[in-house]
């Protein structure tokens, strides 16, 4: 197996990368007279995993990689392409937007990707999900708009039957000028989801405030001293940190309403580039990777993923909507 460790941004200035990797002897180019009609048939690219334009698989980025993930990564490699046959190569880049922009310019075939990055790739049509990363037995989770009992407002989400019982436009209509706490400026769950969702339902928030954490964003609702309303993942208001201060906490901050589990964790996702036929063969790579002690050990040191469950695009639909209604630029999201 050959492998190429490098930074992305040599990649990106430079030539393309199935062309810089390109072996063997060059096709001489024939020679025509002026007076020749001949035509010259376009040369037929490279199969993809062939000595002369291996599949790229890339690591997690880093502007500094460890010579762990490293080695990891060429475990994974050497895996993939004993099981497949592919010829594969490793690259690490040295941010995330920079590996999306390589799926969308063809030099990058298999990677892991955060929520917003897989959003950022799929507005480009470059990247197909394959997997889904596996937390406490769950792919996907939900958020939640919380406020102070005593504050004036209708909770629209039934506990007791764990559902929402009206739609989120009518059910955000009393979050008109009132001021929201978030827990930080990228959080899904804590902020770009649930602003997303307001801005669907044309609410305009009198103010923010962004709080140090999930925890702060339940306790600032609490007290009821700094905003009006608050949203976090389910169930913030369980975090042992809470517990000791604010043993009411369950009965005092109430649910508005409940934003179902859309929210993804990182995914592996495969480039639109390669044939179907392809990609199928590599996923059942990745499955049989991950039912081997050192695979599941490298996939943790280079993604970050002791689990994961296949998973199609469709899953991704309403995430997609709600980050895009949210307004926000998506490169600010994304590390």
């Not at 599949?55 to 997690?60: E, R, S, Y």
């Not at 955060?114 to 790739?121: E, F, K, R």
């Amino acid at each position: 197996m050959k492998k190429i460790l490098f930074v992305f941004s040599i990649i990106i200035f430079g030539c393309s990368f199935p062309i810089g990797l390109t072996f063997g002897t060059p096709t001489p180019t024939p020679t025509l007279t002026e007076t020749s009609s001949t035509t010259q048939t376009p040369l037929t690219p490279p199969e993809y995993g062939s000595e002369q334009n291996p599949l790229i698989l890339a690591l997690g980025p880093s502007p500094r990689p460890s010579d762990e993930a490293i080695k990891a990564g060429e475990t994974i490699a050497a895996f993939i392409q004993s099981q497949t046959g592919y010829q594969v190569v490793t690259v690490i880049p040295t941010s995330e937007q920079m590996l999306v922009e390589s799926f969308d310019k063809g030099n990058a075939h298999i990677g892991s990707l955060s929520p917003y990055g897989y959003v950022l790739a799929r507005d480009t049509n470059s990247v197909t999900a394959i997997f889904a990363k596996v937390r406490e037995g769950k792919t996907f989770y939900g958020a939640q708009i919380i406020a102070n009992r005593d504050q004036d407002f209708t909770p629209y989400f039934d506990e007791a039957r764990g559902e929402n019982i009206i739609d989120p436009a009518t059910a955000f209509k009393q979050l008109n000028d009132k001021k929201a706490c978030w827990s930080d400026e990228i959080s899904p769950s804590g902020y770009v989801v649930p602003l997303g969702l307001l801005n669907q339902a044309e609410v305009k928030i009198r103010g923010e405030a962004f709080l140090d954490g999930q925890p702060s964003v339940v306790r600032a609702v609490y007290v009821d001293d700094i905003c009006d309303f608050g949203a976090t993942f389910v169930d913030a208001r369980t975090s042992p940190t809470l517990e000791a201060d604010y043993g009411d906490v369950m009965d005092k901050v109430i649910v508005i309403w409940r934003i179902p589990e859309i929210i993804p964790y990182e995914n592996i996702s495969i480039s639109t580039a390669l044939p179907i036929e392809m990609r199928r063969v590599i996923q059942r790579a990745f499955i049989d990777l991950m039912l081997t002690p050192e695979g599941k050990t490298a996939l943790q040191t280079v993604y970050g993923i002791d689990q994961m469950q296949i998973v199609e695009d469709t899953a991704y639909a309403e995430f997609i909507t709600y980050v895009k209604a949210s307004g926000l630029d998506l490169l600010d999201l994304i590390q």
